[in-house]
């Protein structure tokens, strides 16, 4: 099922442990250093998406666009 991208992050059962797995592995992927508290202060993979575009200069849409064109046919999944 899909998780719609303003979901809280609290509600999907996010705790502190796993919040500083998520900003971990997103540090990783991005290669750019997040605040310990990313999934606290970014509560939805809505506002996530906002924020980590705007560290990169792009839209959340640009950001997609761009990601899909990148990985087509190519899906990654995050298991915490």
Same mark, same amino acid.
């Given at each position: 099922? &899909?998780?719609?991208?303003? &979901?809280?992050?609290?509600? *999907? =059962? +996010? #705790?502190? *442990?796993?919040?500083? @797995? +998520?900003?971990?592995? *997103?540090?990783? !992927?991005? =290669?750019?250093?997040?605040?310990?508290?990313? &999934?606290? #202060?970014?509560?939805?993979? /809505?506002?996530? %998406?906002?924020?980590? %575009?705007? +560290?990169?200069?792009?839209?959340? /849409? !640009? &950001?997609?666009?761009?990601?899909?064109? /990148?990985? @087509?046919?190519?899906? /990654? @999944?995050?298991? +915490?």
């Amino acid at each position: 099922d &899909a998780i719609p991208a303003d &979901a809280a992050f609290s509600t *999907l =059962g +996010l #705790d502190s *442990l796993t919040a500083v @797995e +998520l900003r971990t592995r *997103l540090q990783g !992927a991005v =290669g750019h250093a997040l605040p310990p508290t990313a &999934a606290f #202060d970014w509560p939805t993979i /809505e506002e996530m %998406a906002r924020q980590l %575009a705007a +560290l990169f200069g792009a839209a959340p /849409e !640009a &950001a997609n666009d761009e990601a899909a064109a /990148e990985g @087509e046919g190519r899906r /990654e @999944e995050m298991t +915490l």
